[in-house]
């Protein structure tokens, strides 16, 4: 089965554009999350989706924001950038819903940004 | 508030010992904790995880110890080897909201050979 798969890897932009990130999750796996890693906050959780509809959020401004696709696919969107939104952002995906065993998550290798 | 945290940055072991890597938690609703491996430039990899209705979990040479009174969890990886140099994350989630993770900070364990 083929992995979690970010595009693109790499990514620069320059402050106040916005950027969209993809996410093809693990065929058959319905919830994907996205997280960002920073040096000094570690890695952070951005929000949730499953069926289309976000479940969960994390404490990010409005600027950041998802969305999942019928084929389970999801993107993130983040507008107006700023120096700090410079990150490593990450996507997961876990299988069906329901069940403590369905709380492991699955990366990808990750999008790196980097706002100039 | 760091929830999840994981108190030794680096932790240095020769081949063939064994690492122990540490979290301490404070939120008690947490009941699911997972680690994960990263190495540079790739993505989290899931190594074991534990529920809290158990103590100890293990997976070949890793082992997963949770106490849940002290609210601290341990991995232990017997033996070491060279290839698990990479640094470790510690995560947990709760029933009420069980696809978000909370990570802790990492420990960058590097095996001599």
């Known amino acids: 089965k083929a992995g979690v798969t970010q595009t693109p890897r790499y990514l620069i932009k320059t402050r106040g554009q916005q950027v969209t990130l993809s996410c093809s999750p693990i065929s058959g796996h319905r919830s994907v999350s996205w997280y960002q890693q920073t040096p000094g906050q570690g890695l952070q959780f951005l929000f949730e989706y499953f069926s289309e509809t976000q479940r969960n959020k994390g404490n990010f401004p409005g600027r950041f924001s998802g969305r999942q696709f019928s084929n389970s696919r999801s993107e993130m969107n983040v507008s107006t950038l700023e120096l700090g939104d410079s990150a490593l952002y990450l996507c997961?995906?876990?299988?069906?819903?329901?069940?403590?065993?369905?709380?492991?998550?699955?990366f990808g290798a990750g999008t790196r940004l980097s706002v100039l | 508030d760091q929830q999840v945290k994981q108190n030794s940055p680096s932790l240095s072991v020769q081949e063939g010992r064994i690492s122990i890597l540490n979290c301490d938690y404070t939120n008690s609703m947490f009941d699911y904790f997972l680690w994960y491996k990263k190495y540079p430039a790739e993505g989290p990899t899931f190594l074991i995880s534990?529920?809290?209705?158990?103590d100890k979990n293990e997976d070949g040479r890793f082992t997963v110890f949770l106490n849940k009174s002290a609210k601290h969890l341990s991995l232990h990886i017997v033996p070491s080897q060279p290839g698990d140099s990479a640094v470790y994350f510690c995560?947990?989630?709760?029933?009420?909201?069980?696809?978000?993770?909370?990570f802790g900070s990492g420990t960058q364990l590097t095996v001599l050979p």
């Open positions: 997961a995906s876990s299988p069906d819903p329901g069940g403590s065993w369905n709380v492991i998550q699955y």
């Open positions: 995560a947990a989630s709760y029933s009420g909201s069980a696809r978000q993770l909370t």
């Open positions: 534990i529920s809290s209705i158990k």
